[in-house]
Nanobody
């Protein structure tokens, strides 16, 4: 059974930093591209960042470029999202997802087969 478990979300002040983690089990982690999405209150879930199985292909939503960094450790079956210079508009539930299109960086939800339950990030002004 595939499981993706996010952690690291919390309340932080604007301008602060957080690192989210997502540990995967039940799949061959290095055979999957990984992505982060988020759902803000009252909004649709949106793409944040993704990277290929080897980390060589990375893509970010324009709203987080230069502030967020996605990375992975295949030995630990874990993907990370380092978030700096956080803004109140970054407040959302953050989800990690796994895509079998291992060498690509998908930005659409249908490209991902497995999803975590999410972790709440709240940025206060």
């Amino acid at each position: 059974q595939v499981q993706l478990v996010e952690s690291g979300g919390e309340l932080v002040q604007a301008g602060g930093s957080l690192t989210l983690s997502c540990e995967a089990s039940g799949l061959t982690f290095s055979s999957y591209a990984m992505g982060w999405f988020r759902r803000a209150p009252g909004k649709e879930r949106e793409f944040v960042a993704a990277l290929s199985w080897d980390g060589n292909n990375i893509y970010y939503h324009d709203s987080v470029k230069g502030r967020f960094t996605i990375s992975r450790d295949n030995a630990k079956n874990t993907v990370y999202l380092q978030m700096n210079s956080l803004k109140p508009e970054d407040t959302a539930i953050y989800y990690c997802a796994a895509s079998s299109m291992a060498s690509q960086v998908g930005v659409l939800e249908y490209q991902y087969s497995y999803w975590g339950q999410g972790t709440q990030v709240t940025v206060s002004s």
